[in-house]
């Protein structure tokens, strides 16, 4: 049997079944059934899978190692000078990725004014912002946005 170690996002579930997308690689893992207790989709899963035989296209869950879900919150504060300075040297859709001090990275998107808000809900709504959160090894996620400028903040607790 195959094994695959990872750090996944759960991102269906149903009573009898999830599928997982391992956040490094996104390769897709369909589980045949539900470990106890069930996955729920968002949640972020460290652990090991078993590719079942014959076909070894659907996995069971050997062991869960940790589980947890990263919220994505849209604050209503605007993004900081910083942010709004970075934003100010790019091109609409633009996007600059730098590490924060200490843990996570701080994302700037240029995005035209008349789409700043619906830019936010996409974000948030977007499950790869959690896959991302977990890839970086962070606790939470907060999206800022105002006149163009998103700023998505991957943060330590």
């Known amino acids: ?5 990872g750090t996944f996002l759960v991102s269906e579930s149903d009573a009898e079944t999830a599928i997982l997308t391992d956040v490094a690689t996104s390769q897709v893992h369909t589980l045949g059934e539900q470990p106890d207790p069930p996955l729920e989709a968002g949640e972020v899963v460290v652990g090991t899978l078993t590719a079942q035989p014959p076909t070894t ?5 050997e062991s869960i190692e940790q589980r947890w ?10 993004p900081t000078k910083q942010e709004r300075d970075i934003a100010a040297d790019q091109s609409v859709g ?5 590490p924060r001090a200490g843990e996570g990275e701080l994302h700037v998107l240029t995005v035209p004014d008349d789409g700043t808000e619906q830019a936010a809900e996409d974000v948030c709504e ?5 896959a991302r959160a977990a890839r970086l090894g962070v ?12 700023s998505v903040r991957y943060l330590p607790e």
Do not use: F, H, N, W
């Open 126 to 130: 977007d499950p790869q912002t959690v």
């Open 57 to 61: 296209a659907v996995y069971a869950v």
């Open 69 to 78: 879900t990263i919220p994505v919150e849209y604050s209503d504060e605007s």
């Open 94 to 98: 633009e996007l600059t990725r730098q």
């Open 139 to 150: 606790d939470r996620v907060e999206v800022r946005a105002a006149d163009g400028v998103l």
């Open 1 to 5: 049997m195959t094994e695959t170690k």
